[in-house]
């Protein structure tokens, strides 16, 4: 071989040895991160489980807890359990509600989502001259941070005579201001359908605030409001379940 191409040759191999040792010794690529399971649960602590804006614990703490099962192509299940105060306050016996859920979400456009499903609420041994046990149909549209949400009952709306076809209109929005913190507005109006149930309609509203710290891990602290009248929503002291009011939560999910 020609003394300079031979030269030239060295030189090269020479030149690409620190290269290929770098290469043999750098770093492996990154594991894929592990699918998300199916299957999540959920427990918490509150010091007032509110819903639609009313007191189900009469004003007092509760415990929390649920579980939610993603199926193939968009579909749910679930379940939510949280021990109340009210029905015993209406001469029940019930101490505990059990929600449980199915449902289907999908995609309309890029921005724009859907959920449809049933949800029953029920209370074991809720022994009223009425049942307070109810099941609503429900359909949502989310598009950015904002979710509107129509619930329509299918029964008697938890232990109301007469008020089967009773609705709730909600509007909600959930904006994240960075490290872990969420701010959550939200609107409802409750009709409770029936002759003579008119007056227990009401609106309500809250402004909540979250802080993920990761690892399942968030405490929440929700200022709540309605304009339920004072007369008919009250504990057996006489304390009114619908005030305003500050409501702090401890959530694990895992």
Do not use: C
Not at 15 to 33: D, I, K, M, S, V
Not at 99 to 117: A, N, Q
């Amino acid at each position: 071989m020609n003394k300079t191409l031979l030269a030239l040759a060295s030189s090269l191999v020479i030149a690409a040895l620190p290269q290929l040792a770098l290469a043999q010794t750098a770093a492996p690529a990154a594991p894929a991160e592990p699918e998300a399971s199916p299957l999540s649960f959920n427990v918490s602590v509150t010091t007032d489980n509110r819903y639609r804006g009313i007191s189900q614990s009469r004003l007092k703490p509760a415990i929390q807890g649920g579980v939610d099962y993603a199926l193939p192509g968009g579909f749910y299940v679930g379940a939510w359990a949280s021990s109340i105060k009210w029905i015993k306050d209406a001469g029940g016996g019930a101490s505990a509600e059990v929600d449980l859920y199915g449902g289907y979400k999908g995609e309309i456009t890029k921005d724009l989502t859907y959920d449809v499903g049933v949800l029953t609420y029920q209370y074991p041994k809720n022994d009223l001259a009425t049942s307070a046990n109810t099941t609503e149909i429900y359909g949502a549209l989310t598009y950015g941070p904002a979710t509107l949400k129509y619930s329509h009952s299918l029964t008697n709306l938890f232990g109301f005579a007469d008020s089967k076809n009773s609705s709730y209109l909600e509007l909600a929005a959930s904006f994240d201001l960075g490290n872990g913190i969420s701010v959550a507005p939200h609107i409802g109006h409750q009709k409770v359908s029936g002759s003579g149930n008119g007056v227990y309609s009401y609106t309500d509203y809250s402004l909540g605030v979250t802080k993920d710290y990761g690892n399942g891990v968030a405490i929440s602290a929700t200022v709540y409001g309605t304009d339920a009248d004072k007369a008919l929503y009250v504990t057996p002291s006489g304390k009114f379940t619908g005030k305003n009011g500050l409501v702090l939560g401890l959530k694990y999910s895992f």
